[in-house]
C-alpha cells in the first residue's frame, strides 16, 4: 500500500534544504525566546519530542505557530507518529551549516 | 587641568556592565543586518575605527542609532578622539560572556 509506504511518518510537512536557510532566517527565529526555548528543551534531550512534552508559556496555537518557524529555518525537522507531532533538533546539519552558532547560544542561555 | 584629564576620551557616552547584558538584548542587537555588518568591520579590523570609516547603506542618523544599539547592548565601546566617535568591538569582554558567539556569528556571516 503505497499509503503507509513511510509508516507513522505520514502528513510530514515541507522543510528547507538547509543550505537554502541564511544567517537573517536563523537570528529572526532564535530571537524570539520561547523559540529558543524549544530549541534548548530538543539540544538537551538529544532526541524528538512531541510538541505537548515541552511546557511553554503560551497557547497551544501560539506553540503551533513557534514550531512552524524553527522549522521553515531549519532548526526542526516534524513529523507524526500516530496523531503526536513529533520534533527533532536537526543538529547535525545546522552545525554543518552554521558551525558553533547552537552550542554558544545553548551556552549563553545556560549561564545564570 | 580636570578637563583634559581623560585626553581625547572625552564625552564619552555611558556604557552597561557586560554582565548585566542577557542573550536576548544581544540577539535583538545582532537580527539586525546592518548592525552585523558593523560588528563584522570591527572584527575584521581588530581595532578602533571611527564611525566614517565604516560603509552602511543607511543615513547617518539611522547608522548613529545602530550604533548605539550596539553600545547598550555591550557589543561596541564608543569614545571620541578630536570629533570623531571611535567604535571598538568589547570582544574578549563579549566572548567571556558569550563563549563563541561572535565567531560563530562571524563564521556564518563570512560563507558564501
Same mark, same amino acid.
Given at each position: 500500500?503505497?499509503?503507509?509506504?513511510?509508516?507513522?511518518?505520514?502528513? *510530514?510537512? =515541507?522543510?528547507?534544504?538547509?543550505?537554502?536557510?541564511? %544567517?537573517?532566517?536563523?537570528? /529572526? #527565529? !532564535? *530571537?524570539? =525566546?520561547?523559540?529558543?526555548?524549544?530549541?534548548?528543551? %530538543?539540544?538537551?534531550?538529544? /532526541? #524528538? !519530542?512531541?510538541?505537548?512534552?515541552?511546557?511553554?508559556?503560551?497557547?497551544?496555537?501560539?506553540?503551533?505557530?513557534h514550531?512552524?518557524?524553527?522549522?521553515?529555518?531549519?532548526?526542526?525537522?516534524?513529523?507524526?507518529?500516530?496523531?503526536?507531532?513529533?520534533?527533532?533538533?536537526?543538529?547535525?546539519?545546522?552545525?554543518?551549516?552554521?558551525?558553533?552558532?547552537?552550542?554558544?547560544?545553548?551556552?549563553?542561555?545556560?549561564r545564570?
Open positions: 500500500m503505497a499509503s503507509t509506504q513511510h509508516g507513522g511518518r505520514e502528513r *510530514v510537512p =515541507p522543510h528547507p534544504d538547509i543550505d537554502t536557510i541564511g %544567517l537573517q532566517q536563523v537570528l /529572526e #527565529a !532564535l *530571537v524570539d =525566546p520561547v523559540r529558543r526555548l524549544i530549541v534548548g528543551e %530538543l539540544y538537551a534531550a538529544s /532526541e #524528538a !519530542l512531541s510538541c505537548g512534552t515541552i511546557e511553554l508559556p503560551v497557547s497551544k496555537s501560539t506553540a503551533t505557530h514550531f512552524h518557524v524553527l522549522r521553515e529555518a531549519g532548526l526542526i525537522r516534524q513529523y507524526y507518529v500516530g496523531t503526536s507531532r513529533m520534533n527533532a533538533l536537526r543538529r547535525e546539519e545546522f552545525d554543518e551549516s552554521f558551525p558553533g552558532l547552537l552550542p554558544a547560544l545553548i551556552a549563553a542561555a545556560d545564570a
